[in-house]
Structure formats: structure tokens, C-alpha cells
């Protein structure tokens, strides 16, 4: 194992050299869930107060869900209610149906009619950007949803606090690694 001299002025960037990559990536990854988990805790305490889903039997917050990103992709993470895979960001509606309700409550919905078609013309996707062909009908109005933006709150709410967070948890994550090796 290699001696290394830590410098009292600036003992984090020490310390992170010291330990070899894969205790640093665990280390950062580590930071990165408790981070993610900090905020989806304030994203369903949001998604709560908005009142999206009252009424319904199963729970809508299991709905949001955190992803970290792996390691051939840098360092990050992300709070979604998008579809990602078999369940998540899924909710399963009392006829036994499963939709993404919490995606279309965070975005919100374009007003929906019944009936034949009428009219049509090309707009773009509102997902993808690509051109599509979008149908007007004549019949009753369906409705929509309206846009809640509870991950938008969140977003607003944590931007200040996530990176002293982070830099806070990777180094206690490091400190930690450094203690259990035998360098501090």
C-alpha cells in the first residue's frame, strides 16, 4: 500500500487520491442515491399536497421512483415519474389497468374530443419533436388533465441545496472509505 503525506489545508482532495477508483466511485455513487432518495422524499411529500389521486385505493407516490445513473455514464441521477422498464412510474387503476397517471398529472393533458374525424393537420410531437399527423373530431369534449408540476416544485424548491449536499455526503462517504483502509 502506498504512504501518503496528507496536507492539513486540504485534506479532502488528499484523501480522494489516496483511495483507489472503484472505493471513489462507490463512494460518489453512494452520494448520489442518498441525495436522490432525499429529494423523491420532498417530491411525494408534493405530489401529497397537490392532491393528485384522492380516492384512489393503491398509493400514487410509489409511482415516482430514482434512477442513478451507471458508471460508464458519469456521475448523476434523476427523480421521474416517466415509464422506465416493467413498473415503474406505472400505476394500476381500479379496473385493473395500468397507466402512467403520474406522468400525465406532472405535464398535464391536451383537451380530447369524441366522435369522427373532422379535420386533420401535421403538428409536432410533444415527446419526440418529430412531425405527426393530429386528427380534429367533432364530438363531445373528454376533457384533460390539468398540469400539477409537483416534480417542477420539488426541482424549484432543492436547486440550491443539492450541491452542498452532494459534495457533503461524498466526502463523508470518502472519510469513511479512508477510515475503514487505514489512511486516517
Do not use: C
Not at 51 to 63: A, E, I, M, P, Y
Not at 147 to 167: C, G, H, I, M, P
Amino acid at each position: 500500500m502506498k504512504e501518503t503525506v496528507t496536507d492539513i489545508n486540504k485534506p479532502f482532495a488528499d484523501v480522494f487520491k489516496a483511495l483507489d477508483q472503484k472505493t471513489q466511485r462507490k463512494a460518489m455513487k453512494s452520494a448520489m442515491r442518498r441525495e436522490g432518495n432525499r429529494l423523491k422524499k420532498i417530491a411525494v411529500a408534493n405530489l401529497r399536497e397537490s392532491r393528485v389521486g384522492q380516492g384512489t385505493k393503491r398509493d400514487l407516490s410509489k409511482g415516482i421512483y430514482v434512477r442513478t445513473y451507471p458508471d460508464r455514464y458519469g456521475m448523476g441521477f434523476m427523480v421521474s415519474v416517466k415509464p422506465h422498464g416493467r413498473h415503474k412510474g406505472i400505476h394500476l387503476n381500479r379496473q385493473g389497468k395500468e397507466k402512467p397517471v403520474l406522468m400525465w398529472a406532472e405535464d398535464g393533458t391536451r383537451e380530447r374530443r369524441a366522435g369522427r374525424r373532422i379535420s386533420s393537420f401535421f403538428g409536432k410531437s410533444r415527446f419526440t419533436g418529430k412531425k405527426i399527423r393530429q386528427y380534429l373530431r367533432g364530438g363531445p369534449r373528454r376533457g384533460k388533465m390539468k398540469r400539477y408540476a409537483y416534480l417542477a416544485k420539488t426541482e424549484q424548491q432543492t436547486a440550491d441545496s443539492v450541491e452542498t449536499n452532494l459534495f457533503n455526503s461524498l466526502q463523508s462517504n470518502l472519510e469513511k472509505a479512508a477510515r475503514k483502509q487505514g489512511l486516517l
